[in-house]
């Protein structure tokens, strides 16, 4: 169960449509029809369910990249883990190397070395494909 400690989370999006969005000062996305997935962390107050449940809202100030991607795509469930470590850029480097899925290049990651914590994909990303590359805990989040 998703508990108000910290850990690392993978936020499932799904868009319907093309669209252009305005992503703050990092820029315009062209979003299409499929899935996307934005790996975070969470180790602030309220940890995971915290965070999680604020991407899931609508209405809130906007802080981070996917705040502004939220008012154009729809969250259909998150991943998560409660390790005490850091996973973000470990699960961010698994999912670049998935087959199907490809990064926005630069979103997410101004603060890191890696290319993106945002990906795209066509279909479902697979949970069981992730996984069993991540390692580890990672337990499924849908919202009701």
């Known amino acids: ?30 979003l299409e029809p499929g899935y996307y997935v934005y790996v975070g962390s969470a180790f602030g107050p309220g940890g995971v369910r915290a965070r999680v449940s604020r991407h899931f809202r609508t209405l809130k100030a906007k802080h981070w990249h996917v705040d502004y991607l939220r008012e154009f795509v729809t969250p259909v469930a998150a ?47 697979g949970f069981r494909r992730f996984t069993g590359l991540a390692g580890g805990v990672v337990e499924v989040y849908k919202p009701m």
């Not at 961010?92 to 290319?115: E, K, N």
């Open 1 to 30: 169960m998703m508990q108000s400690k910290p850990g690392t989370y993978a936020l499932i999006l799904q868009s319907h449509s093309n669209a252009t969005a305005q992503i703050g000062r990092w820029g315009v996305l062209e």
């Open 79 to 125: 991943w998560y883990s409660h390790d005490p470590v850091r996973l973000e850029h470990e699960w961010a480097r698994v999912l670049h190397d998935m087959p199907g899925v490809s990064p926005v290049q630069g979103f997410g990651c101004s603060d890191c070395a890696c290319d993106a914590h945002l990906f795209r994909t066509a279909r479902v990303p």
